[in-house]
């Protein structure tokens, strides 16, 4: 966290000056791991391990949190007669379809009585009860198989359990925070599925110094999440309509709602989106335009598209602030992908690898593209920064906060807000005479954002009233409470209603810390209802009153009949703590007064997940699909429903499914330097930055270095069946090797930041990696893959191309 | 009491707190950015994170990084591996009696109202006197300008009542800025706190009054020797004894002239 997000570690650094323990995990001892009490250096790829035997140890030693795992959680509820775990089924859950490689849910399900309620065992003692199939499926996860698929000693495993343990209940919360590196596993779902499980068993959420905090990778990708740029999702979280199943509106709804909880009013979200995106065109009687909606038919995720690239079906690529050339696993796939386009644009700050590529690839020096066979026609567009444009940005705990222009962008630098208000008007200019219907969806937009100054640049706080929403007399609404699914409301995004509240830009509120309660609700704004935590309910106990006046947060006060508290309660504000629901109550009204998880339809958080995950209800431990170890814990060596692509140009190290033949012996892993972001297209074309990390290198272990004649200050070419990269040599202490499966095992670290443009140049470390993918969210698995190291640097040209073969060969795999 | 303290009451300076540095290098950069230095070391030092390498004419602020593997006989016992990272964003420490400022024949170092330590560019005429009085090997002679270059706590802000870019940078207040003897107070306090927390290896850099330099206007809390940071445990004024070797200078002169007297005198014996 302090390496790839200093500004936000002063917290942490603040939370330790008063007492907190920091706990770092990571294969690699960083900036964080400088100032923790505990640094664990684990094995890339095995943090399932590592966090099912903290579950295992809770559960063990009976250290959760009683009354709050029975009234919050599932815990209680009974998993289906027809549910087998891994434990009976060599590592799979039932219902797999080996055939389609995929589960059939409906075993997993939990019991319900005649009114759909959970069925529950408040005692926790019946051997069906969701805490005793937990204990059973986590009985292997030992402290001495963490150790030995881990490289963790028992000793330290038991530390960092123990202090998790100590340091929670009713007086003490603890947090979890992870760089998104955590997810870019096959399994990354179910890693981040695993923290939850331990901070649901421990009592730390909805409760103050609790949580578990995903550290975004860039500025307002939380942001770009809650309104997204992400192929299945509309705003607010809401599915995108998917070909045939979501003909209209009511079979949206019907197939995608839940009936009880806060998603009992999705009608209400998508009528008020529709109608602010195609206004008064959008009427009951069409339906609210809800026909102009896209439709998704399958996976359109950013590596399918580029399949999509390389099999000549996808003709087009618009890439905005992203470098895919270097940021992407295995750049060279994306850039021969990009190849195969007939058009590509890209709008950056700076001339990226991705837009060079047709001349400057590592490909054209390899003789694998020729610029003069390259047909796609390329478009640069200058962007501005985010100091030459107003707008907000959202981050990790859902703080949405305003931004002013500083300075106009110079030249030709635009926003991205002037682009798409450009790009759409002229669009729907040259459609203005169509009669065709399947030009209405753009025709019957709104498009009426405010222009001004000479740039013609849209009023972006008009785009912030328009997502916060309005009522049929213009009113700026208070809150998603308000919003109806009779078209008389008009919101572009359910979960930010209430962020132009009062017709003030609430996201501008700059009220300093010192001047306000320690919650500080007076700067900027959270979605939702300027709740700065989620499911706060569960800060009090089931008769409201809070758990112990230490973490006293939001609690009922009987007198006035209202949640009251530190922070706006994620709550019905007059719901009684004793309320249950009527049989046949629908919506929030289905939610009882002691059940916190209101976006969940049994208002409870999940310890097992019944449906919805793809690779299973519980969290299991698979090797990664390129692994030097077999599975220690199941039979099956990687997770079957991993999403893969077995093709040219993306080829395994090793044959699938079983541990490495030896040719790629080293676990490579890829990682964030504080001195440059993500791809570089910020940090390596400027000169201040990059002296602080002028080329790209790689670090290894005294012992490693020793093993493979690497010299500190030197050259090393590292080797993946993808391809081979050079890096200068950082020999360090700082990534030790570990002891796994009775053998010194090595890992390669790798900063992911380098490129062949700008100050600061080097080889791209996502070269090496492949695609494979988490099959619920479709990340890829840049974590954790194999390698073999070499001294000195890497053949040049079509001898490049031959190592490369060469090392495969030598695994018995072909091309 | 110095000279310095009883002419400016209002001295300010730095406390660099480096249990509380993460490396960020934010220092480094926003010095760059505010006083407008070149970046000019654009090689891989293979030094651990560090590849500014050390204070010179444009670089001001300097992050050391310092990685230690404490006892490597033991590590793993208590199932760590015993590795240490020490990080400290050093800076020209501004001196009480600072022999840079004795040494300028030109005046082109002064001492400002803030008792700090700076060199007026359109005055300086690059003799580098001053590159070699320094004790900590602080100012240097800019290749481009031909001038002394160092630190000048930011003066133009100063001026203007803003904290200098580095300690407004600083995301951990590891740098901390403010009236001298507040921050001495302040240091002193979270000493006693680290020896409370069983960091018993705590101590202050530059905060000694009767130091060799009369104690700096830019001072540290270290975790470890100076020697270890790169600075040196024992400084002083390269002037301080100027006074005592002109004594001395002038006694070996009328010794000399009295020894060659003599000779002469004895020659013509």
């Known amino acids: 966290m302090a390496e790839c997000h200093p500004v936000g570690f002063q917290w942490v650094m603040e939370a330790k000056e008063r007492g907190a323990v920091v706990i770092h995990v990571d294969p690699r001892f960083t900036r964080t791991s400088a100032v923790a009490d505990i640094h664990v250096p684990i094995r890339a790829g095995t943090d399932i391990v590592f966090l099912g035997g903290i579950v295992r140890h809770i559960l063990e030693t009976e250290r959760y949190f009683q009354d709050y795992v029975v009234a919050y959680t599932n815990a209680a509820a009974m998993v289906s007669e027809d549910f087998r775990d891994t434990e009976d089924l060599d590592g799979l859950f039932s219902g797999w379809d080996e055939e389609a490689r995929t589960y059939d849910q409906s075993s997993w399900r939990l019991d319900r009585d005649g009114d759909g309620r959970l069925v529950l065992d408040p005692s926790l003692q019946h051997p069906r009860c969701v805490l005793q199939v937990l204990r059973r499926h986590f009985a292997r996860y030992t402290p001495e198989v963490v150790e030995d698929a881990c490289g963790v000693p028992r000793a330290l495993f038991l530390r960092v359990a123990d202090a998790l343990c100590d340091n929670s209940g009713r007086e003490r919360t603890s947090a979890f925070c992870y760089a998104v590196g955590w997810t870019q596993h096959s399994t990354g779902v179910q890693y981040i599925r695993t923290a939850a499980i331990i901070q649901q068993l421990l009592g730390n959420i909805g409760r103050p110094g609790g949580g578990i905090m995903a550290l975004r990778g860039h500025a307002s990708i939380q942001g770009s999440t809650d309104i997204p740029t992400l192929f299945n999702l509309l705003p607010g979280y809401l599915p995108m309509p998917r070909a045939g199943a979501d003909a209209d509106l009511d079979s949206y709804i019907t197939n995608n709602a839940t009936p009880t909880g806060q998603w009992g009013n999705m009608r209400s979200y998508v009528v008020s989106l529709l109608r602010a995106w195609w206004g008064d065109a959008a009427t009951a009687d069409n339906d609210f335009c809800f026909g102009h909606l896209p439709r998704i038919d399958d996976d359109h995720s950013t590596y399918a598209t580029t399949m999509g690239m390389l099999d000549g079906e996808v003709k087009g690529f618009l890439v905005v602030g992203e470098n895919p050339a270097v940021g992407s696993a295995n750049g060279r796939m994306h850039r021969l992908a990009m190849a195969n386009l007939d058009w590509l644009v890209v709008r950056d700050l700076a001339m990226i690898e991705t837009a060079t590529f047709w001349k400057d690839s590592p490909e054209i020096e390899t003789g694998e593209l020729r610029t003069e066979d390259i047909a796609t026609e390329v478009f640069f567009l200058p962007a501005a920064a985010h100091t030459e444009k107003d707008g907000s940005f959202t981050n990790t705990q859902r703080l949405l906060q305003w931004r002013h222009k500083a300075t106009e962008p110079v030249g030709d630098c635009r926003s991205e807000l002037w682009f798409y208000h450009h790009l759409g008007r002229i669009i729907r200019e040259k459609l203005r005479d169509s009669s065709l219907p399947r030009d209405r969806a753009v025709l019957d937009l709104r498009w009426d954002h405010p222009e001004s100054g000479p740039r013609r640049e849209p009023d972006a706080e008009a785009v912030l009233r328009e997502v916060s929403g309005w009522d049929a007399a213009g009113a700026q609404l208070s809150s998603f409470d308000e919003l109806r699914d009779d078209g008389s409301t008009a919101c572009g995004c359910w979960i930010y209603c209430g962020c132009f509240a009062g017709g003030v830009n609430q996201t501008a509120r700059r009220t300093p810390g010192s001047s306000q309660s320690w919650v500080a609700p007076e700067w900027g704004w959270a979605w939702p209802a300027n709740r700065r935590m989620l499911y706060n309910r569960a800060s009090a106990d089931p008769q409201g009153q809070p758990w112990s006046q230490r973490k006293a947060y939001v609690w009922w006060d009987a007198t006035t009949g209202t949640w009251t508290g530190h922070d706006v309660p994620d709550f019905a504000r007059g719901k009684l703590p004793d309320y249950v629901a009527p049989a046949g109550a629908r919506g929030p009204e289905a939610i009882g007064g002691a059940e916190p998880f209101v976006m969940q339809g049994d208002g409870r958080a999940q310890l097992f997940v019944a449906s919805g995950l793809v690779d299973g209800p519980l969290p299991v431990h698979y090797e990664a699909d390129e692994s030097p170890f077999a599975n220690a814990l199941y039979p099956r060596q990687s997770s079957p429903a991993r999403q893969t692509f077995r093709r040219r140009h993306n080829e395994p190290n090793q044959a699938p499914d079983e541990p490495d033949g030896g040719a790629f012996p080293y676990v490579v892993t890829t990682y964030r330097l504080t001195e440059h972001h993500t791809a570089g297209g910020m940090s390596r074309f400027l000169r201040r930055l990059s002296e602080l990390q002028p080329e790209m290198f790689c670090e290894v272990s005294p012992a490693l270095a020793a093993e493979r004649g690497l010299h500190n200050g030197g050259w090393a070419t590292i080797v993946t069946a993808r391809s081979a990269i050079e890096a200068r040599v950082l020999v360090t202490d700082r990534i030790p090797p570990l002891r796994v499966q009775g053998r010194i095992m090595h890992q390669v670290g790798l900063p992911y930041h380098w490129g062949g443009r700008g100050v600061s140049t080097g080889d791209a470390a996502n070269d090496l990696v492949g695609v494979v993918l988490d099959p619920n969210v479709h990340i890829q698995e840049s974590k954790t893959a194999t390698c073999d190291i070499r001294p000195g640097r890497r053949p040049r040209g079509t001898a490049l191309t031959a190592m490369v073969d060469e090392h495969r060969r030598s695994q018995g795999m072909r091309r | ?269």
């Open chain 2, 1 to 269: 009491m110095s000279a310095i303290e009883s002419r400016a009451p209002s001295r300010v300076g730095f406390f660099t707190d480096t249990t509380l540095c993460i490396g960020c290098k934010a220092c480094e950069v926003a010095c760059k950015e505010w006083n407008e230095l070149p970046a000019t070391d654009m090689e891989f030092t293979a030094t651990s994170y560090d590849n500014t390498a050390a204070l010179g004419a444009t670089t001001w602020r300097h992050v050391a990084f310092i990685e230690q593997r404490r006892d490597p006989t033991t590590a793993g016992a208590d199932g760590t591996h015993g590795m240490r990272w020490l990080m400290s964003s050093d800076v020209c420490k501004h001196c009480s009696n600072a022999a840079c400022l004795d040494v300028c024949p030109t005046g082109a170092l002064f001492r400002t109202e803030f008792g700090t330590v700076v060199v007026q560019q359109d005055i300086c005429n690059g003799c580098g006197y001053c590159v070699s009085a320094c004790p900590f090997g602080v100012i240097d002679r800019r290749l481009d300008t031909g001038t002394a270059a160092k630190c000048t706590m930011c003066y133009d802000r100063l001026r203007a009542d803003a904290q200098p870019a580095c300690a407004t940078a600083c995301p951990t207040r590891s740098i901390q800025f403010g009236p001298l003897d507040e921050l001495r107070r302040h240091a002193a306090e979270r000493v006693e706190q680290l020896h409370g927390r069983g960091v018993s290896e705590a101590r202050l850099y530059g905060a000694d009054e009767d130091d060799g330099i009369g104690g700096a206007g830019a001072f540290f809390l270290l975790l470890d020797e100076p020697e270890v940071y790169g600075l040196p445990p024992d400084p002083a004024a390269t002037t301080r004894d100027l006074g005592a070797m002109w004594k001395a200078a002038a006694l070996a002169a009328g010794a000399l002239v009295a020894g060659v007297a003599a000779a002469f005198a004895g020659g013509r014996r």
